[in-house]
């Protein structure tokens, strides 16, 4: 079954700073990579996805690049505010999605 | 707000108790999904519905036993859980892919 490994598994910030998370997996059949965005007492929300056929997506200060050859995808948050403090999760779909283990990004103020 | 609306969002239950949970979204979503999500841990899929079928069972052991009586409605019933069972089960919807998380509901066995 698919593997998603993702670094780091916490980050810290300076408010206004950019803030990168990386993520790989293991099976090429993969074709969709979502990213969600988890609050405390909340659950996942989907922030932002990439299909396998695309190499890039942004929206507004969030982006996505996916590297299908190397098997790698990054969500990148630029100009980071504190209410972007969370847990980012990865996640890669053959036939279920998988997700990564998380990373928690402190955005100090 | 979210769009999809998980009860209880607490459930403090004996192991010897029978209880549910229930989800429910209004959105036409054709697949509806539970997780199980440990402190500090992914999700992890445990069934997916499609058109109210049941489509995936990850190995689930039979003291949850899953129901979806319509499009708009995911239940999840519990019997005889085991103090591992404690968790937050979350309940999602999409198109093809869980594209909405309910805020889940926090299950403590005592």
């Known amino acids: 079954g698919e593997n998603v490994e993702q670094h780091p598994s916490t980050l810290s910030v300076q408010e206004g700073d950019s803030a990168v998370i990386k993520c790989t997996y293991s099976d090429s059949a993969s074709n969709y990579f979502p990213w969600y965005k988890q609050e405390l007492g909340k659950g996942p929300q989907l922030i932002i996805d990439i299909r396998s056929n695309v190499g890039e997506k942004k929206d507004q200060r969030i982006a996505v690049t996916l590297n299908k050859t190397a098997k790698h995808f990054s969500l990148h948050i630029t100009e980071t505010q504190p209410e972007d403090s969370a847990v980012y999760f990865c996640?890669?779909?053959?036939?279920?999605?998988?997700f990564g283990a998380g990373t928690t990004v402190t955005v100090r103020a | 707000d979210t769009e999809v609306t998980q009860t209880p969002k607490h459930l403090v239950m004996g192991m010897t108790n029978k209880k549910s949970l229930k989800c429910e979204q209004h959105m036409g979503h054709r697949a509806m999904y539970w997780y199980k999500q440990k402190a500090k841990k992914p999700p992890e899929l445990m069934f997916v519905?499609?058109?109210?079928?049941?489509?995936i069972n990850e190995s689930v052991p039979s003291r949850f036993s899953p129901e979806c009586p319509n499009s708009s409605l995911l239940n999840l019933h519990l019997h005889a859980l085991q103090p591992e069972d404690s968790a937050l089960y979350l309940c999602?919807?999409?198109?093809?892919?869980?594209?909405?998380f309910g805020d889940g509901t926090r299950l403590s066995i005592l």
């Open positions: 519905y499609s058109y109210e079928k049941l489509s």
């Open positions: 996640a890669a779909r053959d036939y279920k999605l998988s």
């Open positions: 999602a919807s999409g198109q093809n892919q869980p594209q909405h």
